[in-house]
């Protein structure tokens, strides 16, 4: 077996072992773009074919290893498995793109909206504490 120089420029099972880390942290890191375009047709239900055009159409752009080849991130491919859909119902592709896009804009308004209306609820039980407990000194 031959090991390779650790992103330290070190060898050995150290190296190695830092190596595995980082590339299964990436599993975790939704935008990581580590999926292939025959992986990501695979998952998507689509063929390769079906991830150029997309691609090609600007709807979603993958990422591009060292050796050019397209990789996919779980964002990526949750935004293609949206215009997929939407392509199937017969939406252009180009419209599905940007349907895809407002729809994933609404969705963290959305979630915006549900953390400040938690912090608003925060305030008011605070303020509320304070107004039962009187002035301070």
Do not use: K
Request: avoid cysteine; proline fraction near 5%; glycine fraction near 14%.
């Amino acid at each position: 077996m031959t090991e390779r120089p650790g992103p330290a420029g070190g060898t050995g099972p150290a190296a190695s072992g830092r190596r595995a880390r980082r590339r299964l942290s990436d599993l975790d890191d939704a935008d990581a773009p580590v999926y292939t375009i025959g992986q990501a047709a695979e998952l998507l239900g689509s063929s390769v074919a079906g991830l150029r055009r997309l691609d090609e159409s600007a709807g979603v752009t993958p990422h591009r290893s060292a050796g050019g080849q397209r990789r996919y991130s779980r964002h990526q491919l949750e935004h293609a498995g949206r215009m997929l859909e939407l392509v199937e119902e017969g939406t252009p592709i180009t419209a599905a793109g940007r349907i895809a896009d407002l729809e994933r804009q609404v969705a963290g308004l959305e979630d915006q909206v549900a953390g400040l209306e938690g912090e608003v609820a925060d305030l008011r039980a605070a303020a509320e504490r304070r107004g039962r407990e009187g002035p301070s000194r």
